[in-house]
């Protein structure tokens, strides 16, 4: 079994940072892709951020320059630095992780958080 387990979060003022970690554990083999969405009320869930095994790095155009994700592959955990936070980036942001579990079939399978708050006030 694979867990992710989130942390960070919470609430701030437009223009404040926060910083959000999540930590793999459990039977992983490889990490392929880590990464954020996020999803307010009312809207689909979005990609925020991610990271590939590779260290190619997506960013959703609405956060690009105000966010920075980084990985570590060692400790399999991967951080989203939020600076310069907007009303609307409010949200329940999910940490995700493509993962391959086992070095005998290769399989790969998608992994998702429990989800933390993000709330920013105007």
């Known amino acids: 079994q694979v867990q992710l387990v989130e942390s960070g979060g919470g609430l701030v003022q437009a223009g404040g940072s926060l910083r959000l970690s999540c930590a793999a554990s459990g039977s992983i083999f490889r990490i392929n892709r880590m990464g954020w969405y996020r999803q307010a009320p009312g809207k689909q869930r979005e990609l925020v951020a991610a990271?590939?095994?590779?260290?190619?790095?997506n960013y959703a155009e609405s956060v690009k320059g105000r966010f920075t994700i980084s990985r570590d592959n060692a400790k399999n955990t991967v951080s989203l630095q939020m600076n310069s936070l907007k009303p609307e980036d409010t949200a329940v942001y999910y940490c995700?992780?493509?993962?391959?579990?086992?070095?005998?079939?290769?399989?790969?399978?998608?992994?998702w958080g429990q989800g933390t708050q993000v709330t920013v006030s105007s």
């Open positions: 995700n992780a493509d993962i391959t579990p086992s070095a005998i079939n290769l399989y790969r399978a998608d992994y």
């Open positions: 990271v590939t095994s590779g260290d190619t790095i």
